[in-house]
C-alpha cells in the first residue's frame, strides 16, 4: 500500500499569515495515464470532507485562489498565502492513483 | 443541487449484519463511479470500496474483502454497502464519496456505525 506521510500534524498560524502542508508519498504517485492523482481535502469539525485540490495542482469549484497546490513525483505542498477562519480544521492528502487509495495522517490548522 | 445522503446505520454486535445506503440525487448517479470510505471516531479517513459507474465489479479493502460488499441500483440511485461478520474495529462514520478526475468531489454526511456487544 502507498503510505501517505503529512507533515506538521499541527500548524498554528495568526490571521493571515501563510500556512504550508507537506505530504509525501512512499511511492511515485504518477499513474500509468500520465495523471497524478493527488488531491487535497478539508474537514471542519462534524463535517464531511469537502475538495479542495485534484491532480496535485487544479483548484475545484469555489475554492479561494489563496489555496495552492504544487508537487510531483512523491513530494506534495498545499499553500495558504494569507490564512481566514474559515481555513480552521483539518486537511488530509488523499492518493488514487493505486488500490487501495490513501489517506494522510491529517494536518490541523488552527488560529494562534 | 447534487447531493448524496447515507442511512443504515446503527449500533451491532460483534459478528451482525448492517445495509448502509447512499441516495444520490441532482445529478446522473449512473455516469459516476462511487466509493465509500470511513473515519473512526476522532480519527483519519480509511478507504472502504468502490463501484464503477456500471457496477460491473468492486474494488474492496484488504481489511474488508470477504465481510462486505458494494453495490449500485442505479434505477433507484442509490449505492450500498452490506457489512456482514462486523468487528469493533468496524465501528466509524461511514461516508459515501462521487470520483471524478480521481478525486472525491462529491460527499455525503455519513452514517454511525457503531459496533458494540
Known amino acids: 500500500d502507498i503510505v501517505m506521510t503529512q507533515t506538521p500534524l499541527s500548524s498554528p498560524v495568526a490571521l493571515g499569515q501563510p500556512a504550508s502542508i507537506s505530504c509525501r508519498s512512499s511511492q511515485s504517485l504518477v499513474h500509468s495515464d500520465g495523471n497524478t492523482y493527488l488531491s487535497w481535502l478539508h474537514q471542519r469539525p462534524g463535517q464531511p470532507p469537502r475538495l479542495l485540490i485534484y491532480k496535485i495542482s487544479e483548484r475545484f469549484s469555489g475554492v479561494p485562489d489563496r489555496l495552492s497546490g504544487s508537487g510531483a513525483g512523491t513530494s506534495f505542498t498545499l499553500k495558504i498565502s494569507r490564512v481566514e477562519a474559515e481555513d480552521v480544521g483539518v486537511y488530509y492528502c488523499?492518493?488514487?492513483?493505486?488500490?487501495?487509495?490513501?489517506f494522510g495522517g491529517g494536518t490541523k490548522v488552527e488560529i494562534k | 443541487q447534487a447531493q448524496m445522503v447515507e442511512s443504515g446505520g446503527g449500533v451491532v454486535q460483534p459478528g451482525g449484519s448492517l445495509r448502509l445506503s447512499c441516495a444520490a440525487s441532482?445529478?446522473?448517479?449512473?455516469?459516476?463511479?462511487i466509493h465509500w470510505v470511513r473515519q473512526a471516531p476522532g480519527k483519519g479517513l480509511e478507504w472502504v470500496a468502490f463501484?464503477?459507474?456500471?457496477?460491473?465489479?468492486?474494488n474492496l479493502a484488504d481489511f474488508v474483502k470477504g465481510r462486505f460488499t458494494i453495490s449500485r441500483d442505479n434505477s433507484k440511485s442509490t449505492l450500498y454497502l452490506q457489512m456482514n461478520s462486523l468487528r469493533v474495529a468496524d465501528t466509524a462514520l461511514y461516508y459515501c464519496?462521487?470520483?471524478?478526475?480521481?478525486?472525491?468531489?462529491?460527499w455525503g454526511q455519513g452514517t454511525m456505525v457503531t459496533v458494540s456487544s
Open positions: 464519496a462521487r470520483v471524478k478526475s480521481g478525486a472525491f468531489d462529491l
Open positions: 441532482g445529478f446522473s448517479f449512473s455516469d459516476y463511479g
Open positions: 488523499m492518493q488514487a492513483t493505486r488500490y487501495p487509495f490513501t
Open positions: 463501484i464503477p459507474s456500471d457496477g460491473a465489479y468492486e
